[in-house]
């Protein structure tokens, strides 16, 4: 069994998370209940940033935070000197909401639209990543009919195919994000970029990928982007104060991941950047990251209450769950991994091989095919480790199911991050036909 960060079992036998009786909060908050373990994220982002200070780069360590959002752990975020990275207006307004320093917020996403980007410009945010022709246009508008600067950088596809699932890799030349690095679309965002009297170019961008145990990939990403600087440098005279070289870093969901620690990755691109920029007599960027899943991932448990079992004679018995793909849309997406602990009785023989299914209407929604736990019987309180990122921000109300609450425990203190929904809830945005023929709706 493999305990993650503040993770240990008390004299009852339970799970604790942060110190915290993980069947107590099943009590308190009900599940399913996405349980954050703060301590351990903010671990993860000390290591990062410190690994920077070590190795003497300049750097911001943006949370990638398409993974979780949420007004309380953009508070945490910025608590521990992070920058933010978000992808629409939704998650740029929940920072705002969360008070979150506009400069330090980066703008992402292939199809930002007109409104969006004028939020952005409203809101005086620190950098727009662009990521295609049309918004270039769109950027330019902006700035000119306002008069107003903004920050950018230029997102590139390196041609770099790092090893992960095809759905999670970015970095390659057929990917519906940024300019091709080779086949001169990237510099024609420069030639439309460099010299405008209210966008200041700062360099350029990469995300190759997602989940990556090795630093080979960001290494070759790292290198193709200080070529294209250089270039740039040589022929306009330009030159890139960023380079952001994206997130992207593996965790450990099962045994099988064998992820290296965010201080391997990091010292990789600080080494590769300072002695490329060394002996191009290049003046050092400031190296930017955007790490999502590295540094949430693992600090998320999700604890179910098991229910119905079906044992199918010779094949299979399944356990079933009170949530499902609603709240972990993952295995049933990409085909993702987990492991689960029976966290009433973790001590005991974890041995039953069962599949835990969700409760949605669809065959499909299983989230371990392999568990192994201690002889599940109906009441028990399951914990499945690692869903930290891109689980409750990716939730759905499929078969109108509510969303999970979200609590953050920290120091032996729980407190509630993000309330449950209601049945009230799921109804709030539908109109009754009566009510509207009635006029009593706009
Ligand atoms: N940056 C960009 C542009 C991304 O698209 C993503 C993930 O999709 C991330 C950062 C974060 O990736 P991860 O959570 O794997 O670190």
């Known amino acids: 069994m493999h305990f993650y960060g503040t993770q240990s079992v008390n004299g009852k036998g339970h799970l604790t998370i942060g110190g915290v009786d993980t069947v107590d909060l099943a009590q308190i908050y009900g599940t399913p209940l996405i349980v954050y373990d703060i301590a351990l994220f903010r671990e993860r982002a000390r290591a990062f940033k410190e690994t920077f200070k070590s190795a003497g780069v300049q750097a911001q360590v943006a949370y990638a935070s398409k993974a979780f959002s949420s007004i309380a752990i953009y508070e945490v975020a910025q608590q521990e000197g992070l920058s933010l990275d978000v992808v629409s207006g939704g998650e740029l307004y929940t920072a705002v909401a969360a008070g979150f320093p506009r400069e330090r917020i980066h703008f992402h996403g292939n199809n930002k639209s007109f409104m969006e980007l004028q939020y952005a410009f409203d809101e005086k945010i620190g950098c727009i990543v662009i990521d295609n022709f049309s918004e270039i246009a769109l950027v330019k508008e902006i700035a000119e009919s306002r008069k107003e600067n903004m920050n950018v950088l230029i997102r590139v596809t390196p041609g770099v195919h790092a090893s992960t699932h095809d759905f999670i890799t970015t970095g390659q030349e057929d990917s519906k994000f940024g300019f091709d690095l080779k086949n001169g679309q990237a510099d024609e965002a420069f030639r439309q970029l460099h010299d405008h009297p209210y966008i200041q170019l700062l360099g ?15 290494r070759l990403a790292a290198e193709a982007l200080l070529d294209k600087m250089e270039s740039w440098r040589d022929e306009y005279g330009f030159v890139c104060t960023v380079l952001n070289l994206g997130g992207g870093f593996g965790i450990r969901y099962t045994e099988e991941d064998r992820p290296l620690h965010p201080s391997a990755y990091v010292d990789e691109m600080a080494k590769v950047v300072l002695s490329m920029t060394r002996s191009a007599n290049y003046p050092m960027p400031e190296i930017w990251i955007e790490p999502g899943r590295s540094l949430i991932g693992d600090a998320g448990t999700t604890l179910y209450t098991t229910g119905s079992m079906k044992e199918v004679p010779n094949i299979r018995t399944y356990v079933a769950v009170d949530g499902g793909m609603t709240d972990n849309i993952r295995p049933a997406l990409y085909g993702a991994k987990y492991t689960a602990v029976t966290a009433n009785r973790v001590n005991d023989a974890h041995e039953d091989k069962v599949t835990i299914a969700g409760k949605c209407c669809e065959s499909g929604d299983k989230l371990i095919e392999e568990a192994y736990l201690a002889s599940p ?21 499929y078969n109108r199911l509510p969303k999970p609450a979200v609590v953050f425990c920290e120091n032996g203190e729980h407190r509630l991050a993000v309330r449950r929904e209601t049945y009230e809830d799921l109804i709030r945005l539908d109109l009754s036909l009566q009510a509207v023929e009635r006029g009593a709706v706009n």
């Open 204 to 218: 350029m961008h990469c995300h190759i990928g997602s989940q990556i145990f090795e630093t080979d990939a960001f």
């Open 377 to 397: 019987s109906e009441g028990d309180i399951l914990a499945v480790f690692c869903t930290g990122a891109y689980n409750y921000s990716m939730a759905s109300n």
